[in-house]
């Protein structure tokens, strides 16, 4: 049969890199400066998901009030928790993606790319994913540090990654890590942090597990992050085998006058103490690293709350950071969702094998 085109020759099949992980966590100003604060809010509570206000409304507030007065008052709350390299979250979030590659190194996948981004601040999702496609990485799971799925937290970060390729020719394939808050690696790290506590510094009168707060506009619109916190709490309960007299379950950084999940954690924390609750061990499971809604927040100023309101003792459980069965935990999470990824497949040995055999014409 004549043939009316020329077909061109088949490229040579090239070896692809591995797939690439990239850990996301919320952000984080570069110094503890007024200076620095003003972008990273402006960036930060410009986000429609973080404020589901009508932009014609919230921004001249935010852009003609909050950008005005708050970043004095944030980098203050910042100065005090500031380390030699940084920010706590930029710190610990750097560090676990370290560690996660050096832990998959160990293991024999020392082939697969680790990185992290921010989604407010830097190093931005954009530049992230732009650095990954310069080293031809094809396939790329991304992993929002967040246990329990919010909308402003989890689904901002697929929004970003979804901007980011908008313009991109040759898209790549992605794989994103929805939640984890009822993985039993992640449940048995928290057990394990609170046992070590215990053994060390002995059980308070009463284990206070504080989630960040969101609107409860947002449950009502149908976001799950209320019942996964819930979940969570209840299976660590069950791992610590806590009775449930002892477990308060509170939300904290209400931010404006919407109702907010409830109890909040300061006033709980107030109240507990005006009771009669001698002592208080509190951590934070919806953070696996600490920050300055951690290290600030609960462990200064609810801290402070508590003892002036009667309170004996107050202990601050850190979150996971950089705990080895955390780590080792954020390892099989990963690898779990690699599935059919990695270990390599041999797909493409087979799409170029399946090339070789296709009859001439055709």
């Known amino acids: 049969m004549a043939r009316y085109w020329s077909e061109p020759a088949s490229p040579m099949p090239q070896s692809q890199p591995a797939p690439a992980i990239v850990l996301v966590n919320l952000g984080t100003p570069t110094a503890p400066t007024a200076a620095a604060l003003k972008p990273y809010l402006k960036q930060f509570l410009s986000d429609p998901r973080v404020v589901e206000i009508p932009r014609a409304v919230w921004l001249p507030i935010l852009n003609g009030i909050i950008l005005n007065t708050r970043p004095a008052k944030s980098a203050a709350k910042y100065a005090t928790i500031w380390m030699d390299e940084g920010s706590p979250l930029k710190v610990h979030t750097e560090r676990q993606a370290k560690l996660l590659a050096g832990y998959l190194g160990a293991s024999g996948h020392g082939t697969l790319k680790v990185v992290w981004a921010m989604r407010y601040g830097a190093p931005s999702i954009p530049d992230t994913l732009n650095a990954l496609k310069a080293q031809r990485h094809s396939r790329i799971l991304i992993v929002p540090m967040y246990p329990q799925y919010a909308a402003s937290t989890t689904a901002s970060v697929m929004d970003e990654v979804a901007r980011s390729l ?117 951590m934070c499971p919806g953070f696996v690293a600490d920050c300055l809604e951690t290290l600030e927040e609960i462990a200064m100023e609810c801290r402070e709350a508590f003892l002036a309101n009667g309170g004996q003792a107050f202990n601050y459980i850190h979150c996971l950071n950089e705990r080895d069965d955390w780590i080792e935990g954020l390892k099989a999470l990963a690898l779990r969702h690699l599935d059919g990824w990695w270990p390599a497949d041999g797909g493409e040995h087979r799409h170029a094998a399946a090339l070789d055999t296709v009859p001439a014409g055709r």
Not at 170 to 182: K, Q, S, T, V
Request: aromatic share 10%; with cysteine; hydrophobic share 40%.
């Open 166 to 282: 908008l313009h991109w020719r040759n898209l790549p394939e992605i794989r994103f890590i929805r939640d984890f808050h009822a993985d039993p690696a992640y449940i048995t790290s928290l057990a394990a942090s609170v046992r070590e506590h215990w053994a060390k510094n002995g059980q308070a009168d009463r284990l206070v597990m504080s989630f960040h707060g969101i609107p409860k506009r947002s449950i009502n619109l149908g976001d799950p992050y209320q019942s996964e916190c819930l979940a969570t709490a209840r299976l660590l309960a069950q791992a610590l085998e806590l009775p449930a007299e002892r477990l308060q379950v509170t939300f904290q950084s209400r931010f404006g006058k919407a109702e907010w999940l409830q109890p909040y954690t300061q006033p709980t924390l107030e109240k507990l103490a005006r009771e009669g609750v001698g002592s208080v061990d509190v």
